[in-house]
């Protein structure tokens, strides 16, 4: 019991000095960038007294410990301060764009483990064929290929040409504002309100750019698995179990795959992480007002309020998605435990 | 005739081309004890393997005869190679930290080679475990069932891998090394419990090893490997009266505590030995 209760403040503790640094690296992107938070807040051309007014107001002329404390503060009551560009509270911008791109990400991860662990698993199973030739350039395509290329392809065929998908945004005008918003994810909210037919339609509007994240995303997936795969498959206890009379596929999925559970849940919380930062170039190509574009737009206007509240989002995204890993290599693999 | 080998040869493509690391090995065993020693790369696991057929895919097997309980190992598709594979034949490996699965109970693991050829629940499955692994004198096996290969002994993950191997009940056991990644302690006990299982069951046993001494104390009959062939084969008995200069060199180059030698002679090799 107690050796449980160390463990979680050891856990705590961790986390919360990774939190701890987290804020102050957030805190430091808004103090040491080169842009005058000051000027970008009353423009370039207001008088010296509104500048030296706004400059109080701001608190820049306290010191930076001071002004870090009442950073600090500000944190802890949930308040990420004022964007610029869009004059909203920058906490209620993050719960517009976020469940964007949690949508976007989590469809895209959950198709890219789907395909690409099985992909995987089969090029090591067929390592050398001509299988794991045609699956290695499946995936060679996937990491070189330009995201903006393909979006751009996939956007001309499908929408342009053939007409058969939906064109760039999260739904068609017919059904803007028309879902309550409850969570954001606009599949979601809209089987919450019973509007199967916008439902249906935002699912289509996802299509695409889901299927351009997801290939690229698979495509490290697949290499990864079939990595890990190739060394579980070289194990004594692959040898042991087929020296038990037992089928390829038990051997494959009941003995070697397990063992690469823990390496796998590294790559998939990595990979999912990283779609949740926000695809900078297939939200802009598609028009998905998700995370990604919100930062890239208010780093190019210096609107720096909303830069650090997404960078401490993107953060805490990382610190949640490794906690909950560590929490599955625990079920996974028992020599962790 | 349980296994009956005649001319095996096992040979891998290489980038310069064929290495052959067996090269026309025979013997023929029953329900006996059979050793085989040699040193490293001699070709003993090789050939062991290949009798189960459990070699990597680039290996090739060619044989005059390769049978094994009356089947053709060379011609049997990989169905009938499954119902050989532990029912007819059991494998035990060298080490248990690296043969048994990580991520696996004990119990799943002797219950799962239990199942997979007697059929039944998961529960009798596991019942039948728990009495496998009270036959290999595990003491409190129930226990054991729950634990992971990394939580018990070498000794122990050894018995396991015994346990798992004998419940299918097998003719034959091919133990390859199986004692050599343990203690000199354990060591003799393992060999003596795996002996005294394989009398009781009236099975046939091959023992792979590099300890001449050891192989022909447990074994009816030895045949010594050089360079993937049989230098000599002879009745564990009769090893003082060995005949071939590389079974004798093998002898002479062991360090003996009642006539301690000032220097232990080098084994010598003759390219003549590979030409017969």
Redesign the interface.
């Known amino acids: 019991m107690t050796k449980r209760l160390n463990a979680l403040a050891g856990l705590l503790a961790s986390v919360g000095l990774t939190l701890l640094g987290l804020v102050i690296i957030t805190f430091l992107i808004g103090r040491v960038m080169p842009i005058d938070p000051v000027i970008a807040a009353v423009g370039d051309n207001a008088p010296q007294e509104v500048v030296e007014r706004a400059r109080l107001e701001m608190g820049l002329d306290q010191p930076i410990l001071m002004q870090f404390f009442h950073y600090v503060v500000q944190l802890l009551h949930g308040d990420l301060g004022r964007s610029i560009l869009t004059k909203n509270p920058v906490i209620s911008d993050i719960a517009r764009y976020f469940p964007a791109t949690l949508e976007l990400a989590t469809a895209a991860v959950i198709v890219a483990a789907l395909i690409g662990i099985p992909l995987g698993v089969w090029a090591a199973v067929k390592q050398g064929t001509w299988i794991d030739q045609a699956i290695r350039v499946v995936c060679l395509a996937g990491h070189s290929l330009p995201v903006f290329v393909l979006a751009m392809i996939s956007l001309l065929v499908f929408y342009a040409a053939l007409g058969i998908a939906p064109g760039p945004g999260r739904q068609d005008i017919v059904f803007q504002d028309m879902i309550p918003h409850v969570t954001g994810l606009l599949t979601v909210d809209s089987i919450i309100a019973g509007d199967w037919d916008a439902f249906w339609d935002a699912l289509a509007h996802m299509v695409q750019p889901v299927c351009i994240l997801a290939y690229f995303s698979m495509a490290y997936i697949t290499r990864m698995t079939r990595a890990f795969m190739l060394d579980a498959l070289r194990?004594?206890?692959v040898?042991?179990?087929?020296?038990?009379?037992?089928?390829?596929m038990s051997v494959i999925w009941i003995?070697a795959f397990?063992?690469v559970?823990v390496q796998l849940v590294t790559v998939l919380a990595l990979t999912y992480a990283g779609l949740l930062e926000g695809a900078v170039v297939t939200e802009t190509v598609f028009s998905w007002p998700g995370l990604g574009q919100y930062l890239t737009v208010s780093l190019m206007n210096a609107d720096m309020n909303p830069v650090m509240g997404a960078t401490l989002l993107v953060g805490l995204v990382y610190v949640g998605l490794n906690l909950l890993a560590d929490a599955v290599y625990r079920q996974?693999?028992?020599?962790v435990r | 005739m349980l296994v009956d080998i005649q001319n095996l040869r096992v040979s891998f493509a290489t980038r310069t081309g064929t290495f052959e690391a067996v090269r026309g090995v025979s013997f023929q065993i029953g329900t006996e004890k059979l050793g085989i020693v040699g040193e490293s790369g001699s070709g003993k696991s090789l050939t062991a393997r290949a009798l189960m057929r459990l070699l990597p895919q680039n290996a090739r097997i060619t044989a005059d005869r390769l049978s094994f309980d009356g089947v053709d190992i060379l011609k049997a598709d990989e169905r009938a190679m499954r119902g050989l594979r532990g029912k007819r034949a059991g494998f035990i490996l060298q080490d248990p930290k690296y043969s048994l699965n990580p991520v696996m109970t004990i119990g799943r693991q002797v219950a799962e080679s239990w199942r997979q050829h007697k059929g039944g629940s998961r529960k009798e499955a596991l019942e039948a475990a728990v009495d496998l692994l009270d036959q290999v004198r595990i003491r409190d096996p129930r226990r054991v069932c729950d634990l992971y290969p990394h939580e018990v002994s070498g000794g122990m993950g050894q018995r396991v891998m015994i346990a798992m191997m004998l419940a299918p009940d097998p003719a034959l056991l091919i133990a390859d090394e199986p004692t050599s990644a343990l203690d000199a302690t354990v060591q003799a006990e393992i060999l003596r419990l795996m002996e005294d299982l394989v009398s009781k069951r009236g099975m046939g046993l091959i023992l792979i090893s590099h300890d001449l001494p050891l192989v022909s104390h447990f074994c009816d009959r030895v045949a010594v490997m050089y360079s993937g062939r049989v230098m000599e084969e002879l009745s564990a008995g009769t090893l003082a009266q060995a005949k071939h200069p590389y079974t004798k060199g093998l002898l002479n180059c062991l360090p003996s505590l009642t006539h301690p030698k000032p220097r232990l002679p080098v084994l010598s090799r003759d390219a003549a030995w590979l030409q017969s």
Do not use: F, M, Q, V
């Open positions: 194990g004594e206890y040898i042991t179990a087929r020296a038990k009379g037992l089928s390829s003995h397990p063992n559970g996974l693999d028992p020599r």
